[in-house]
């Protein structure tokens, strides 16, 4: 991969990662109520999740799973469901207080691998990051290399930033109403999220 390819491979890795998304709101709804130390859990989740779906997109699982509508489809029905799920939950507990009691690692870090995982956008970034800056006649371990480092740099860097804008909303004295009505609208994005899923 020349400098040039490398930079239009970082060029859309950063957006890809910085576009608000699932795992985004999963990180600052995380951040803003368990803090950005805890929420850290989740930007490891969604590591592995990126380690995990770099190697099957290199070993050509991703495409085969896209090409085999059934699965494709069911695995997005399923990630719809989640985030929909997802979204009702944190849309009722917004009126609750945020509670000072710490939440388990565990749990954090599941519930993030989980939206990273059963997520469409995902699998498309992914797929489009292979069929366009992949170069079939190299070696692709060889390409590995530098793609590898350069997506998990670029996704710990932006969901880290995620975590930190959702501690600061956290910390700042917001109004109880506000506060609702802003926990709810991260709420409605993920139930968003769920719903075009399921038209796509």
């Known amino acids: ?13 950063a957006v890809f990662v ?6 985004a ?4 709804l995380t951040a803003w109520q ?3 130390r805890a929420a850290l859990w ?5 590591l592995c999740q990126a380690l995990l779906f770099l190697g099957l997109a290199a070993s050509g699982i991703t495409a085969l ?11 997005k029905f399923v990630g719809a469901l989640v985030l929909i799920g997802l979204g009702l939950r944190a849309w009722v507990r917004a ?7 710490p939440v388990p690692r565990g749990r954090i870090f599941l519930r993030a691998f989980a939206v990273a995982t059963l997520n469409a956008k995902s699998v498309a970034g992914y797929l489009a990051a292979f069929t366009q800056f992949v170069a079939t006649d190299v070696p692709i371990w060889s390409q590995m290399s530098v793609i590898v480092p350069t997506a998990l740099t670029l996704t710990a860097l932006s969901y880290t930033g995620w975590c930190a804008l959702g501690a600061w909303l956290g910390r700042r004295a917001l109004s109880v109403v506000a506060s609702v009505g802003l926990r709810r609208a991260l709420a409605a994005c993920f139930v968003a999220y769920g719903g075009a899923l399921l038209l796509l």
Do not use: H, K, R
């Open 18 to 23: 910085t576009s608000p998304g699932p795992n």
């Open 25 to 28: 709101v999963n990180c600052i």
């Open 1 to 13: 991969m020349s400098a040039g390819e490398w930079l239009v491979f970082a060029g859309f890795w």
């Open 65 to 75: 799973l896209v090409s085999m509508p059934g699965a494709y489809g069911a695995l």
């Open 95 to 101: 009126s609750e207080p945020v509670s000072p009691v």
């Open 34 to 36: 368990a803090g950005f």
């Open 42 to 46: 989740c930007v490891a989740a969604i």
